[in-house]
T-cell receptor
Framework: GQQVMQIPQYQHVQEGEDFTTYCNSS?????IQWYKQRPGGHPVFLIQ???SGEVKKQKRLTFQFGEAKKNSSLHITATQTTDVGTYFC???????????WGAGTKLIIKP | DSGVTQTPKHLITATGQRVTLRCSPR?????VYWYQQSLDQGLQFLIQ???????AKGNILERFSAQQFPDLHSELNLSSLELGDSALYFC??????????????FGAGSRLTVL
C-alpha cells in the first residue's frame, strides 16, 4: 500500500548539534507537509512543500522536497532545547485525498 | 489555542464501556479528521468527514463510529472498550475537502484511559 517511511525513529543530539529527519514515499507526492509535536502537545503545522526540488527555510529549519517528489527532509541547524519534540512528515498523493503520515522522528537533546 | 476544541480533555473508564469524544472544528473549516495516537507512537488515521458526509476511512475498528453534525461539530463513539484503546485521540480540521494543498489544524486531544 501507499507508505511514507520516516527515519530515524529517534535522534539524540547535544544542544548545538544539527538534526535531520528524512521521509521517503513509495509513490510520487503532490505535496508534503511537516508538523511538530512537542512533548505532551498536539501536532502543529510547520510548512508545506509543493514544487519539485523546493527548498524552504524557517530560521534554523531547512525543508527540502526531492526532484522526483518522493522524498523530503527537515534539517535543523544548531539545535536548541525548544526544538525538542517529534517531527512528522505527511504526504498528499495525486490519486487520492488522504494525507499519508510518516511515523515521526523524535528529537531528544542530551543533558 | 488552535481553534479546534476537543472535549473531554481526559477520560477514565472501564473495559466494556462506551464513551463519546467531541470536536468542534476551527471556524470556517468544513472537514474533520480523527486520529488515534498510542503512547509514543505515530498518528493513526481513523476517519474523515466533510460537510457532514464521510469522506475517507482509515484503520477504524468496527467498535468505533463517528459522525459530523449540521453545525459541523463531530463526535467519535468508542464502544466495548478494551485496554488497548487507551490512547490520545486527536481531532483535526481543514478548510478544504482534502485536496493537494490541505493543512490540518489539530485540537489538544482527548486522553482516554481504559482500566
Amino acid at each position: 500500500g501507499q507508505q511514507v517511511m520516516q527515519i530515524p525513529q529517534y535522534q539524540h543530539v547535544q544542544e548545538g548539534e544539527d538534526f535531520t529527519t528524512y521521509c521517503n514515499s513509495s509513490t510520487t507526492l503532490s505535496n508534503i507537509q511537516w508538523y511538530k509535536q512537542r512533548p505532551g502537545g498536539h501536532p502543529v503545522f510547520l510548512i508545506q512543500l509543493v514544487k519539485s526540488g523546493e527548498v524552504k527555510k524557517q530560521k534554523r529549519l531547512t525543508f527540502q522536497f526531492g526532484e522526483a517528489k518522493k522524498n523530503s527532509s527537515l534539517h535543523i541547524t544548531a539545535t536548541q532545547t525548544t526544538d525538542v519534540g517529534t517531527y512528522f512528515c505527511a504526504g498528499n498523493q495525486d490519486s487520492n485525498y488522504q494525507l499519508i503520515w510518516g511515523a515521526g522522528t523524535k528529537l531528544i537533546i542530551k543533558p | 489555542d488552535s481553534g479546534v476544541t476537543q472535549t473531554p480533555k481526559h477520560l477514565i473508564t472501564a473495559t466494556g464501556q462506551r464513551v463519546t469524544l467531541r470536536c468542534s472544528p476551527r471556524s470556517g473549516d468544513l472537514s474533520v479528521y480523527w486520529y488515534q495516537q498510542s503512547l509514543d507512537q505515530g498518528l493513526q488515521f481513523l476517519i474523515q468527514y466533510y460537510n457532514g458526509e464521510e469522506r475517507a476511512k482509515g484503520n477504524i475498528l468496527e467498535r468505533f463510529s463517528a459522525q459530523q453534525f449540521p453545525d459541523l461539530h463531530s463526535e467519535l463513539n468508542l464502544s466495548s472498550l478494551e485496554l488497548g484503546d487507551s490512547a490520545l485521540y486527536f481531532c483535526a480540521s481543514s478548510p478544504h475537502p482534502s485536496t493537494g494543498a490541505n493543512v490540518l489544524t489539530f485540537g489538544a486531544g482527548s486522553r482516554l484511559t481504559v482500566l
